[in-house]
């Protein structure tokens, strides 16, 4: 098995960087009710360099929306997604960057969420499977991971549609090799590689085709 | 008064909506992300849960102190599952739990309790039955017809020793739930197998009636046979939702500890000796086996497997018990091990006698049940020809060029009857239809072929079925294991739509046949009137059979019933199958391998599962349990391995990356067959999820060993087990 995930080691916040912006950005965009605090965001200390102990302000741009958040610098990308947001399409599978359960999007690059501290995904964009579909119509990713079968009990299906996504961005012409080693940062346990081969292959033409949403 | 309908599967030609391949109908959600797992479940206000477990294989608790812990902010509940005095027997063993306003938090809780023990003496290791010493327990010979002789006269006899270690099931997401008990009530969203039975499972324990305990649960992220009963943490959680005062409590095991107790599958070894003719058939049969699952040791498996025929067998067995996780039901419990041995052992045996494996197993499947030998002879010869095995097998060790080839042979049985299940359909007055089961879809397909037959039944489309399972509050059904569900599910939907259909037919047959179905036809003047004899619904009509032009659409049809509702049961009781369902699967698959003898890398090239099933509702689906069951397989057969260090008493891979499953690169090319002759066809739905899972060790092992020209014995099949066979080092 190879993986393709970039190594996200934590980054020391940048100096200069207001919180107090972002949060200001924020207010009144969330949709979700869990977890956002504005006030409390406003009345924390903007820490220089170094965050925490202790809950801070964490802005979180997901899929195209700024989120207020405050947490812990402990908290994982994952655990914020699900904690905190209920962003729950992300999975907890291994919690130990090896199974791709909880892929998501970062500035392009697929990463393993549970990999990623919340404070240093700050200021990125974070694509998640929430943010894939348009309306009542299926991204095509997860159009062809339903045509193909490519999904059992599915537990780690939006991780592996989030991974083929990101692997297509930057390989829209994929053979079956390619697919085999690109999708290989991703674990199944039912055996739904097969279909999920097609279905890479599938989702490749149809997004070529101009079908992409 | 209708009287009891026909309720037999159309024929094969006339079914519109069985046997079409559909796209499983949770499809949408599951791709998009919006399915929602138990696990997913964030109910308001809900606290985070996490046990603090034994680091010790084997010890006694000495001393536990929670107070620090408590006192942390965010801590709302502390609950000690192992008081001072508890004896630990396994790694991994549950001591206490938190519960704090979040996880972070919570971990710290969890830090903060301080437990003493006193260590003592543990054994983890059971492959080598010799160090096992009092550990080890006799666990029964068997003895038929007369071996000794036979293994004295015989033309051949062949010898090895095989072993396949205790695998974990893994499950992606693990095992737990998120509960809610306040005063007399409990609200459970669990990860379960069993949406029927938990409740009455948790309900002595807490003490709580078990009809006040719902349970709902739209999706499961995976079980394999680990997943039935609320278990130990389903009652911890409860007991910290009131502790609490009522909050809700998620409290799902994490990954380390997922590996350690919530499920794995027992190992087995057998020392095997086969007797037998210089043309192949067996004579004879001798085996020392030993296994463990957990604590209580481990049982026998089913040994010789599916060629239980053989005559002049000896049999023994020894159980071992270690200080490790307790076994769980794995996807055909002991039937994977079992293959493995006895196919292991008749590949050893055609080898001793210079012969092709296939005419070995070909020969010797005369001791196969009898009403499954044809099927096996048929299947293997289905298998020879779609591995081209004519063409690419040669004799052991023949393999030219630098990397190896191989190819091997494994078969499987299973039962899969359908199991207890109620369904309830309900017709409307505005034709909209809803069935209602107390099942659960494992991924398997459920939901998709409870709606085929519920459409067929009905003579609707797919669309204009509404479904509802996942709660104790439908109808009761069993759990899912075994390959019982499809059955079960299949035969209740089809009686409840039947019964359900019967009702309508009473209703509209006045509008379409006048007063008296039997009108100029009554041949007896005291028969009860049966609209039901005479209509059919088609293609979202309800129609005359014998004039098929006099009918009314669906809709209209269901406006002659007035303002009430249909709603009809039906139910499948195994004991008396009538015919929907049967049991009794059987399956060849072959392994095509390649085999680098310098590195002792395995890769599979290829891999053909022939299967029958009976009926197929939805091939689509079950080519994917087959797909699934092989991969699962080949990740057994080359990867996975509980991996235990005697020394410290602990397992060195409670992780996914140290106990590796198979990636989409690993798997090689699988082609599936599913055997689905008429005459499989007429015996009714059979389950699918364990049968085509329990040969592939068996085929890899036996492919590997064909490539290589010695017996590996040890599955998996590592580089460092290949390596050591061809160094003579298998001890």
């Known amino acids: 098995m190879s993986s393709k995930k970039h190594s996200e080691f934590p980054n020391k916040p940048k100096r200069g960087f207001s919180r107090r912006g972002f949060i200001g950005v924020g207010i009144g965009s969330g949709a979700l009710g869990t977890g956002l605090l504005e006030k409390d965001a406003e009345a924390a200390p903007a820490p220089a360099g170094i965050a925490g102990p202790g809950a801070v302000p964490v802005t979180l741009n997901i899929n195209g929306k700024p989120m207020n958040l405050n947490l812990e610098p402990r908290v994982t990308l994952l655990d914020a997604l699900r904690n905190h947001l209920d962003l729950t399409g992300a999975k907890r599978v291994c919690d130990r960057g090896t199974c791709g359960a909880c892929t998501v999007i970062l500035d392009g690059k697929t990463v393993y969420s549970c990999s990623v501290l919340a404070i240093d995904a700050q200021g990125k964009n974070i694509e998640t499977i929430e943010g894939l579909a348009t309306g009542n119509s299926l991204h095509p990713v997860s159009a062809a991971f339903w045509n193909n079968d490519a999904q059992q009990c599915g537990y780690c299906t939006p991780g592996f549609v989030m991974a083929a996504k990101g692997f297509l961005d930057e390989h829209p012409n994929p053979n079956m090799e390619e697919v085999k080693h690109g999708l290989g940062g991703n674990l199944c346990r039912c055996g739904t590689y097969m279909g999920v081969r097609r279905a890479v292959l599938e989702a490749a033409q149809q997004m070529k085709g101009g079908q992409r949403g | ?731």
């Not at chain 2, 008990?181 to 409990?186: A, N, P, R, T």
């Not at chain 2, 001793?352 to 296939?358: E, N, S, Y």
Request: glycine share 10%; aromatic share 6%; net charge neutral.
């Open chain 2, 1 to 731: 008064m209708a009287k009891t309908p026909d309720y037999s599967w159309p024929p094969m030609e006339r079914r519109k909506v069985i046997g079409q391949r559909f796209k499983r109908l949770d499809g949408p959600q599951k791709s998009s992300g919006r399915a929602k797992y138990s696990s997913d479940t964030n109910p308001k206000g809900m606290l985070f849960a996490l046990y603090l477990t034994s680091p010790h294989a084997h010890a006694r608790v000495t001393s536990i102190d929670t107070s620090a812990a408590e006192k942390l902010p965010g801590v709302k509940a502390v609950h000690v599952t192992a008081p001072a005095g508890t004896e630990v027997q396994w790694q991994g063993f549950e001591i206490a739990a938190v519960a704090a306003t979040t996880e972070e938090l919570a971990s710290d809780a969890v830090r903060a309790i301080k437990v003493e023990y006193e260590v003592l003496p543990h054994l983890v290791r059971e492959d080598d039955l010799a160090k096992a010493g009092s550990r080890a327990k006799a666990a029964g010979e068997k003895v038929t017809g007369d071996p000794d002789k036979i293994f004295q006269d015989a033309e051949a006899v062949s010898e090895g020793q095989y072993g396949i270690p205790v695998a974990t099931h893994c499950c992606l997401e693990t095992h737990g739930q998120v509960i809610q008990w306040q005063g007399d009530q409990v609200m459970a969203w669990p990860s379960t197998q069993d949406v029927t039975r938990w409740a009455p499972g948790l309900a002595t324990n807490l003490k709580v009636p078990a009809t006040n305990i719902k349970v709902s649960m739209d999706y499961i992220g995976g079980g394999f046979g680990s997943k039935f009963a609320p278990d130990a943490w389903g009652e911890v959680a409860a007991r910290l939702s009131q502790k609490a005062g009522g909050a809700p409590v998620k409290l799902f095991l994490d990954r380390a500890t997922e590996q350690l107790i919530a499920g794995n599958r027992p190992s087995a070894f057998a020392k095997i000796r086969i007797a037998g003719n210089k043309d192949g058939t067996v004579t004879g049969w001798h085996s020392e086996s030993w296994a463990t699952g957990g604590l209580a040791g481990g049982g026998s498996p089913p040994l010789p497997y599916v060629l239980s025929d053989i005559p002049n067998q000896r049999l023994t067995h020894t159980a071992v018990s270690v200080n490790a996780g307790p076994n769980r039901a794995w996807r055909a419990p002991n039937n994977q091990q079992a293959a493995y041995l006895t196919c292991s052992a008749l590949d050893d045996f055609a080898a001793k006698v210079g012969m092709d494996p296939a005419d070995v197993y070909d020969k010797n499947f005369m001791y196969a049940p009898k009403e499954r030998v044809e099927t096996y002879h048929y299947q293997l010869q289905k298998a020879l020809e779609l591995s081209d095995w004519k063409k690419l097998w040669k004799p052991r060790g023949q393999s030219a060029g630098p990397v190896k080839r191989g190819l091997g042979i494994g078969f499987s049985a299973w039962g899969g009857l359908g199991h207890q299940s109620q369904c309830r359909t309900t017709i409307n007055p505005d034709g909209s239809v809803l069935v209602e089961l107390g099942t659960q879809d494992l991924g398997t397909g459920t939901r998709t072929i409870i709606t085929q037959v519920a459409a067929e039944t009905l003579g609707l489309p797919m669309t204009a079925i509404k479904l509802a399972i996942g709660n104790n509050s439908l109808p009761p059904d069993s759990a899912s294991g075994g390959s019982t569900t499809v059955g079960g599910v299949c035969a209740s939907t089809r009686k409840a739509s039947m019964n359900a259909l019967a009702k309508l037919f009473e209703a509209v047959g006045p509008a379409l046949m006048g007063s008296d179905p039997h009108g100029a036809t009554r041949t007896d003047p005291a028969a009860e009137s049966s609209f039901a004899d005479f209509l059919e619904a088609v293609d979202g009509h309800i129609q005359v059979k014998d004039n098929p032009a006099n009918s009314l659409t669906w809709t209209a049809a269901c406006r002659k019933m007035g303002s009430g509702k249909i709603s009809e049961t039906g139910e499948n009781n195994p004991r008396q199958p009538g015919g929907l369902i049967a049991q009794g699967a059987a399956g060849v698959q072959i392994a095509d391998v390649s085999v680098d003898p310098e590195t002792g890398v395995v890769r599979v090239n290829r891999y053909v599962a022939v299967q029958d099933c009976g009926m197929v509702i939805n091939p689509r689906l079950a080519e994917s349990q087959v797909y699934g069951a092989v991969i699962m397989g080949i990740s057994t057969a080359l990867f996975e391995q509980r991996v235990m260090d005697e020394r410290t008493g602990r397992m060195l891979n409670p992780d996914m990356e140290f106990y590796k499953l198979a990636g989409i690169g690993d798997i090689g090319e699988i082609v599936v067959h599913m055997d689905i002759r008429p005459e499989n066809d007429k015996r009714g739905v059979i389950g699918l999820g364990e049968p085509p899972a329990v040969a592939i060790c068996a085929a890899i092992g036996n492919a590997v060993t064909n490539a290589v020209g010695v017996r590996v014995p040890n599955i998996p099949m590592t580089p460092r087990h290949v390596l050591n066979a061809l160094a003579g080092r298998n001890a």
